[in-house]
Structure formats: C-alpha cells, structure tokens
C-alpha cells in the first residue's frame, strides 16, 4: 500500500506519503485562494523509536512546503510573464505599424499639396492657351487622386473608433472614387478614353471625393476635443474643401467651365484641399496623432 512506504526529510523525520500528499494538497489551495484549517494544513508525522520530535517534524515539513510554495509561485510567475511577452510585441508591433502609415501618409499628404498646386494653375492655362498644358493637368491628377489613398487610411484610423461603420464605410467609398479618377485620368493621357467621354465621370468621381471630405470633416469636428484627434480648424478646412467639389462638378453640369459656380468652386476647392493636404501631413509626421485609437466613442 502506498501508506506503508515513508518520506525522510532532512531532520529525519518520517511521513507517509499519504500524509505529504495531502499536507501538499492543502498548501497548495491555500496558495491558490483556498483558506483550509491550520490543523488540516500540518500532517500527522509518523514517529519513530518513540521520540517525541514535534517541532522538528513541523521545522521540516515547513521547509519542504516552503519549497513547493516557492516552485510553485516561480511557475506561476514565468507563466505569466511569458504570456506578456506576446501582448507586449502585439502592442510594439501595432506602433510600429500605426507610426509607420503616419509617415508615409504624411509624405504623400505633401504630394497631394504638390500635385494640387500643378493641376490648378495647368487648368487655368489651358482653358487660356491649350497645347500640352491638358495632359500635364491629367498627369498631375493621377498622382492627386493616388496620393490621397494613404491620408484616407490614416484618416480612417484616426475616427475608426469614434465612427467604425461610418469611418469604415466612407473609407471605402472615397478610395473608389480616388481610384476610379486615377483610371480615368489616365486612359485619358494615354489616349484611350476622349476629354468628352471622360468628362462626366470624372466630375462625377470628384464629387464623390468631395463627400468623402465632408463626412471626414462631421467625423473630426465631433471627435476634434478629444485627445488624438485633428483639431477642429482641420475639420472645418475638409468641410469647405468638400463643398467646393461637389460645386465645381454642380457648375460643370449647370454650364460648362465658364458657369460662376464652376470658378468658386475650383478656387474653394483647390484652395482647401491644399490647405488640408499641408495641415494634415504636417500633422501625420509630427508623431502628435499616435496613440488616437485609445479614444473612446462620444456619447
């Protein structure tokens, strides 16, 4: 039977293994929350040649529990901190890869800047002159509309846990029309698509990046006073930005390019979304905007 082998300890000591068994056992859920009784948590000792050797027997089961308490908080530590491990590089990793999408949204925000500049003033001289001036002004487009493509995806990151749905939703939809201009732009540089056939949609295609500017500017004027946000002046900027696209496509519509809503809504628009593009990647590399997806959903 398993009661008539015994343990020595150190002291000489002797105790079944039923006994260590069970002394362990108790122990043990007192580590683990348990509160069993002081007379339960000290084993029966066995004695030997009649001698009376109490606080012995307890000095050397208290050193074998404290050993077993010791292995067993070690073990408990070491699994703790090994399943930190990976929810501290998770939490490195996401930094890493929020930090990085700043950056680089931040410098193609500049382009966007750039390419808006070369596409309004080549508009203007070629409705004056003509010539080359057209597909310089397509060219500059397709970069306009691809740059665009990574401030949307920080912007989405930045109001994704304010607005999910609506961030997420209006993410999508702006990246289409980002892309369907690019496409558009440029069959027309190459010559597969003519300026007529291309016209209509890409008006339209603007005016679809207008919107995606103005729910951008609803989305951060409500979450501009908490912290990680843009400031509401950014907002307000992709508002009025928005506006004046969708006014310079209602123009075209209404009377062509000589229609005054045509004019203002190419001075508005240009204007603004300049504004926005310098404000907005000077922002995005600046490092002020990470750590945003703490922020809680307003109420």
């Known amino acids: 039977m398993a009661g008539e082998f015994a343990v020595h300890l150190r002291n000489g000591d002797v105790y079944s293994v039923e006994e ?62 090994s399943s930190e491990i990976p929810n501290c590089l998770t939490r490195r990793a996401n930094q890493m890869n929020t930090s990085q999408l700043f950056r680089f949204a931040g410098r193609s925000a500049y382009v966007t800047a750039i390419a808006v500049i070369i596409s ?78 291309s016209l209509r949609p890409v008006l339209a295609a603007s005016a679809v990046i207008g919107l995606w500017l103005i729910v951008n500017g609803v ?33 075209f519509w209404i009377g062509g390019e000589e229609h005054p809503l045509t004019a203002v809504g190419g001075l508005v628009s240009f204007a603004g979304i300049f504004i926005w593009a310098i404000w907005f990647g000077k922002l995005l590399l600046s490092g002020k905007l990470l750590g945003s997806e703490r922020v809680t959903p307003p109420r």
């Open 20 to 81: 260590v068994r069970d002394w362990l056992d108790l122990h043990l859920m007192a580590l683990r929350g348990s509160s069993p009784s002081r007379r339960a948590a000290q084993p029966h000792r066995r004695r030997s040649g009649g001698n009376n050797r109490g606080p012995k027997a307890r000095g050397g089961m208290s050193f074998f529990g404290d050993l077993m308490i010791r292995l067993e908080a070690s073990r408990a530590k070491n699994a703790s901190f």
């Open 120 to 197: 309004f003033v080549t508009l203007f001289v070629f409705f004056a002159v003509g010539g080359l001036w057209g597909p310089i002004n397509d060219i500059s487009s397709v970069f306009f509309a691809l740059s665009l493509i990574p401030p949307a995806l920080a912007w989405h990151h930045l109001h994704r846990s304010l607005f999910p749905r609506l961030s997420l939703v209006n993410l999508a939809i702006g990246i289409i029309a980002m892309l369907t201009l690019a496409i558009l732009q440029a069959a027309l540089v190459v010559g597969i698509v003519e300026y007529e056939q």
């Open 219 to 251: 989305m951060a004027s409500r979450g501009s006073h908490r912290e990680g946000t843009v400031p509401r002046g950014l907002a307000w900027v992709s508002l009025v930005a928005g506006i004046g696209s969708i006014l310079v496509g209602l123009g």
